[in-house]
């Protein structure tokens, strides 16, 4: 019944996905690849360790639903899926952290030079990535100058150098995570309509895991 009703309906399809247990993996998949909604695959990615109520399996249907993918939404709810069988089952949590550790291995390694270099009109070819060092400054707009969102100003103190790309991510850079979503005729432009969740994606797969939370430290 859930795969007639995505056949019809894809997005009513994973809504009953989403709330009905003991489907077999063929069904979840069918109804997973039907739909062209990343928002509602993410409800049914979530709840994965309680759709498959054993830790060998539910694990086991992440590893394969990952390994079909390169959206970046796809993949962080997947993610999460994994990180939240090893909250659910202890005894998991080694596969898990296994899993999470080589979650794009399916994915091409970029060119090197794509992350060194980037080509400019003025300056030919510069290196990429620019040191920023350790110190304190203000961001953000008081009030009455700027947009709502740039406030409140405040002051951010970062405790440890770090590096930051020259330009925005290229669509050539993100061609190398996922080529659907980046414009070949505009290599060199910033890749445009990429949500928070691909831009982690991104960072995991692509540049490095994430960087601390504790390098920057906000104050109100």
């Not at 070819?125 to 961001?139: D, M, S």
């Not at 070949?184 to 910033?190: I, K, V």
Request: glycine share 4%; with cysteine.
């Amino acid at each position: 019944m859930v795969r007639a009703t995505a056949r019809v309906r894809s997005r009513l399809g994973l809504r009953a996905l989403a709330s009905a247990q003991g489907l077999s993996d063929e069904t979840l998949f069918e109804v997973l690849e039907l739909s062209e909604e990343w928002k509602e695959r993410a409800k049914v990615y979530e709840r994965l360790p309680e759709l498959i109520d054993d830790p060998s399996h539910a694990l086991a249907m992440v590893d394969q639903l990952r390994r079909r993918t390169r959206n970046g939404n796809d993949l962080f709810f997947l993610d999460r899926a994994a990180a939240a069988a090893a909250e659910k089952w202890p005894d998991a949590r080694r596969a898990a952290e296994q899993l999470r550790g080589r979650f794009y291995d399916h994915l091409p390694k970029p060119a090197r030079d794509l992350f060194r270099w980037i080509e400019t009109p003025l300056d030919g070819k510069v290196e990429l990535w620019r040191e920023i060092p350790a110190g304190e400054g203000w961001i953000g707009s008081p009030e009455g100058v700027g947009q709502d969102r740039e406030r409140p100003r405040h002051r951010v103190r970062i405790v440890r150098p770090f590096r930051l790309a020259a330009v925005p991510v290229t669509n050539a850079q993100y061609a190398a995570f996922d080529p659907r979503k980046a414009a070949e005729d505009r290599s060199e432009h910033p890749v445009e309509t990429v949500t928070w969740y691909e831009a982690v994606s991104f960072c995991f797969r692509v540049l490095a895991p994430a960087a601390p939370s504790s390098i920057v430290d906000h104050r109100s």
